[in-house]
């Protein structure tokens, strides 16, 4: 570079980069990258778990170097600013044969000693000590047409590719992470993996106390401006279809002649499966002027702390879980639980919500009516719902991420 053709400005601004990469190859420590790609609420529910391990991590890591891969769309949510941390934008998206590629390169680029994916999709060359967290095995349990948009033969051929990914993730990763002891007996079971492989960190609950509703606006007014009334059953989350929201939808239908001034609450983004929920919606109650069914979409967590505390119940029908965070984050507002009680939700929610058999109409009608109808009992899990997310703490998740980190770059 000829410094006789740059301005005073530039050269200042080569000199600071100059200086910031002698600064971190002086540093001690070993370079550790973090797929954080889905970080931030646009990733939904793995998306918060990528942030929370992500911050937390690195606010306790002052020792190693951390790579922090983000997408174009992610980069502006992460505000992470530490002198030991470096942000790579990666534009390749996640499950695609692209993101396969590339990742040999930016792992020899980055020189990096470990990788922690914080899903399935690994990369299937890693030159790199491996740790990956598998959240549940839904595609292996529910490996159902309707819960994608792709056409038969493309399906297929993507099935057939999260197999081959995944079989191949747990043969590298010397540490898999899981989020409930249901999912890695899950693990054990369908992928033959050894017990002594996988490690189980509970998600946490986020803490809601200082965002408990928006404070310039009623909590009426929140629930009007998404023509919402009391009283109310609320579900938060995804519409996949192992959800069960169609039965769920069906459900209600019955036990609503009963309880006419009663509505539905179903939040979540207007993608395919809420906009195929609301053709359902539409079909049960066609003729009528407004359905009962309330389809409000993306709701912000300020607002969603009025519609979690405004609810009669919050009724979680799932037919499977790795782990079932919007129920715990219904307790935190004291927001009673009536639950399936399918695959990991007794593990998590204990003896802080009702349960009633898996996909059984008539059980599921009587655990609601049965919380409804008795205010002493309602009131009873409520205060165990307060106990129950206690348990779960991000912190402690972090903790325990960050010491396998260490353990592994030890070996």
């Known amino acids: 570079m000829n410094l006789l053709f740059i301005s005073s400005s530039e050269l200042i601004s080569q000199l600071i980069n100059w200086k910031n990469s002698i600064m971190v190859q002086q540093r001690s420590g070993q370079r550790i990258g973090i797929d954080a790609r889905l970080y931030g609420p646009s990733g939904k529910g793995l998306g918060r778990y990528i942030q929370e391990i992500t911050d937390r991590v690195v606010s306790l890591d002052k020792d190693n170097q951390y790579i922090i891969f983000l997408s174009p769309h992610s980069v502006g949510d992460c505000q992470i600013n530490q002198e030991n941390v470096e942000k790579v934008v990666m534009t390749e998206r996640w499950y695609t044969l692209a993101e396969q590629l590339a990742w040999p390169k930016l792992i020899r680029r980055h020189r990096l000693d470990l990788l922690h994916v914080p899903h399935f999709n690994a990369p299937l060359i890693c030159p790199c000590r491996l740790v990956i967290t598998i959240h549940d095995l839904i595609l292996t349990k529910f490996p159902s047409r309707r819960a994608s948009t792709l056409s038969p033969i493309v399906y297929w051929l993507k099935n057939l590719a999260y197999r081959l990914v995944i079989g191949r993730a747990v043969k590298q990763a010397k540490v898999i ?13 369908q992928l033959a ?15 809601f106390s200082q965002r408990r509703a928006d404070k310039k606006l009623a909590d009426k007014q929140v629930l009007l401006s998404y023509n919402i009334k009391q009283p109310y059953l609320l579900y938060v989350g995804n519409a996949y279809p192992h959800k069960n929201l169609e039965w769920l939808i069906r459900l209600f ?8 001034d009663f509505s539905l609450v179903l939040v979540g983004g207007h993608d395919y ?6 053709k359902l919606v539409a079909s049960l109650w066609s003729g009528q002027t407004k359905a009962p069914v309330i389809l409000p979409g993306f709701v912000p967590d300020e607002q969603l702390a009025v519609l979690y505390r405004s609810a009669a119940l919050y009724i979680f029908p799932s037919r499977y879980e790795g782990f079932g965070l919007p129920a715990l984050e219904a307790m935190s507002y004291g927001c009673p639980v009536v639950s399936s009680n399918s695959s990991c939700l007794p593990e998590i929610f204990g ?14 009608i009587m655990a609601i009516d049965q919380l409804l109808n008795n205010p002493s009992q309602r009131q009873q899990i409520v205060q165990r719902g307060f106990e129950q997310i206690k348990l779960y703490s991000w912190a402690t998740c ?14």
């Not at 492989?197 to 998600?203: G, L, W």
């Not at 003896?351 to 599921?364: G, K, L, P, T």
């Not at 972090?398 to 260490?406: G, S």
């Open 177 to 189: 992470l899981t989020v409930s002891e249901f999912t890695k007996r899950d693990i054990i079971e």
């Open 193 to 207: 993996v050894p017990a002594s492989k996988i490690v189980v960190t509970y998600n946490g609950v986020a803490d």
């Open 253 to 260: 239908k019955i036990w609503s002649v009963n309880h006419q």
């Open 273 to 278: 499966f809420y906009q195929r929920l609301a």
């Open 351 to 364: 003896q802080a919500a009702v349960y009633f058999a898996d996909n059984q109409m008539d059980s599921a």
């Open 398 to 411: 972090a903790e325990q991420t960050l010491a396998i980190y260490r353990q592994l770059l030890k070996g």
